[in-house]
């Protein structure tokens, strides 16, 4: 009887261990998708060439997600104008643009609560999109710059994928 006992709780915690296991690997994969598209500069845009006085006046070129995020999140420190804004939101639709061009099809979208799943994938007129999620609770709040650059790049990619 102790026997049997014994083989149900290790059965018991090995399935457990192992899902545990299981789970890890997913969050990881997560992680390094997520640090892929965050950095991933298109091909298009990976030149040395500044588009814009803003890329030329910072010496940074509006080129990734983690640039975009990071001007957001500057925004007091760089003493961004409406004027700069304007240019900025036109970096986007480009950013958009271009990760369409390389097949890269994915929406932003953010949430104030931590532990949120930072990436799902979801089917749009028959399209695969990825939506990666910025998951950093009161701060998508108080950055609403990167907000409203999200609803950019998302009609973006939506009109893109709606005319093809």
């Known amino acids: 009887m102790k026997l049997k006992i014994l083989i149900k709780t290790y059965v018991i915690i090995s399935t457990f261990l192992v899902c545990l296991s299981l789970q890890s690997q997913t969050i990881e994969n997560q992680s390094d998708e997520i640090n892929f598209l965050i950095n991933y500069i298109p091909s298009n845009l990976a030149n040395e060439d500044y588009k814009s006085d803003f890329e030329k006046k910072h010496k940074t070129k509006v080129s ?23 240019v900025l939101e036109n970096h986007v639709r480009e950013l958009a643009t271009e990760f369409f061009n390389d097949g ?4 932003l ?10 990436i799902k994938s979801e089917m749009i007129k028959g399209v695969k999109i990825k939506t990666l999620i910025w998951c950093h609770g009161v701060l998508y709040k108080k950055h ?21």
């Open 64 to 86: 990734s997600l983690n640039t975009l995020f990071s001007i957001c999140l500057a925004k007091n420190e760089l003493k961004l104008t409406d004027a700069t804004f304007l």
């Open 144 to 164: 609403s710059n990167i907000s409203r650059f999200f609803d950019i790049f998302n009609e973006q990619m939506k009109n893109l994928i709606s005319k093809n």
């Open 104 to 107: 890269k099809l994915l929406l």
């Open 109 to 118: 979208n953010g949430y104030m609560s931590d532990g949120c799943s930072s």
